[in-house]
């Protein structure tokens, strides 16, 4: 069996092949998708920080920082856009007061699930333009 080697791991050519093929079509995807919600007055950027605020409830800046590899300083930027645009609070944390935590707002919820409503719908039609092979 002949095997291919992409980033350090062995793979089949028809395995490396399909990644190959399916990269620039996943990329292009993923930035269509980012695009759908600046209807909505949000970033992509702004749309995946509120998404692991939501996941990671009780999360503080500095975690928030290094879930998303980047800086202290460049998140606390973003997070004081997402406090501007009534998205993000910052509150106490119950367990330690003098830590404050991100809370998302209900505006920020609303924009969620319009988020979710948008790339969905987005993709539906593209899906059923899909002609089957």
């Given amino acids: 069996?002949?095997?291919?080697?992409?980033?350090?791991?062995?793979?089949?050519?028809e395995t490396a092949e399909l990644a190959h093929r399916l990269r620039p079509v996943?990329?292009?995807?993923?930035?269509?998708?980012?695009?759908e919600v600046h209807a909505l007055g949000v970033t992509g950027?702004?749309?995946?920080?509120l998404i692991q605020i939501r996941k990671h409830q009780g999360i503080?800046?500095?975690?928030?920082?290094?879930l998303e590899r980047i800086s202290p300083a460049a998140m606390s930027g973003y997070i004081a856009r997402l406090q501007?645009?009534?998205l993000v609070t910052r509150v106490p944390d119950e367990k330690d007061r003098r830590r404050q935590v991100l809370a998302l707002?209900?505006?920020?919820e609303s924009v969620l699930r319009s988020v979710r409503s948008r790339r969905t719908?987005?993709?539906?039609?593209?899906?059923?333009?899909l002609e089957a092979k």
């Fill in 105 to 108: 707002t209900d505006e920020a």
């Fill in 121 to 129: 719908a987005w993709l539906a039609e593209r899906l059923e333009r």
């Fill in 1 to 13: 069996m002949v095997v291919n080697v992409v980033n350090g791991h062995a793979k089949a050519p």
């Fill in 60 to 66: 503080g800046a500095r975690e928030l920082a290094e």
């Fill in 45 to 49: 950027g702004q749309v995946a920080l």
């Fill in 84 to 86: 501007k645009a009534g």
């Fill in 26 to 35: 996943l990329l292009k995807l993923a930035r269509e998708l980012r695009r």
